[in-house]
T-cell receptor, first 115, second 113 residues
């Protein structure tokens, strides 16, 4: 158990819909990172938040948004879903502010299926 | 164009063998190279490399970076079935006001008894 909790574990939804994925970081970690992993694209960095503020942005689509709340949990919102958004979405947390997921702990992921 | 290329894509070895996984990259403003092990689901952080020629070691795993030739290798000695996983390499580089992070496609290692 990494200490990073992601919910839900699985999500099936229709094209055009909107979903919210939730991540609770490890106790004491201020950074939260979001990643998308699909078979054809591999693992892609989406966005990082540190203590409520956006720190770095990767290949995140405009239809996607994220935020980190005062209690440090984070949510990734995916809207106008397309079939190609089907993927495993990971959240990771670490203590680092201006780095990638160094010494980071990953959650078990949310499997999103868009039908 | 892929910025981070891992090779081989797949590898099957017998227990006890030594394996070398490769990761080459092409980015500007390089900051660090990261290695991860991904078994069933979540990746596990292995190493961060920032300086050339300095080996990082953890048990039977070791890794080294060559910033001149722009590559890193991950060595696993005396492989065990528990080493079977996808090994991911990622490069952290400055860009767009903060940093960017790009992963390779991974090397799938299968260790057979």
């Amino acid at each position: 158990d990494s200490g990073v909790t992601q919910t839900p574990k699985h999500l099936i939804t229709a094209t055009g819909q909107r979903v919210t994925l939730r991540c609770s970081p490890r106790s004491g970690d201020l950074s939260v990172y979001w990643y998308q992993q699909s078979l054809d694209q591999g693992l892609q960095f989406l966005i990082q938040y540190y203590n409520g503020e956006e720190r770095a942005k990767g290949n995140i689509l405009e239809r996607f948004s994220a935020q980190q709340f005062p209690d440090l949990h984070s949510e990734l919102n995916l809207s106008s879903l397309e079939l190609g958004d089907s993927a495993l979405y990971f959240c990771a947390s670490s203590t680092h502010r201006d780095r990638g997921p160094v010494e980071a702990f990953f959650g078990q992921g949310t499997r999103l299926t868009v039908v | 164009e892929d910025k981070v290329v891992q090779s081989p894509l797949s590898l099957v070895v017998h227990e006890g063998d030594t394996v070398t996984l490769n990761c080459s990259y092409e980015v500007t403003n390089f900051r660090s190279l990261l290695w991860y092990k991904q078994e069933k689901k979540a990746p596990t952080f292995l190493f961060m490399l920032t300086s050339s020629g300095i080996e990082k070691k953890s048990g039977r795993l070791s890794s080294i970076l060559d910033k001149k030739e722009l590559f890193s290798i991950l060595n696993i000695t005396a492989t065990q079935t528990g080493d079977s996983a996808v090994y991911l390499c990622a490069v952290d580089y400055s860009g767009a006001g903060s940093y960017q992070l790009t992963f390779g496609k991974g090397t799938k290692l299968s260790v057979i008894p």
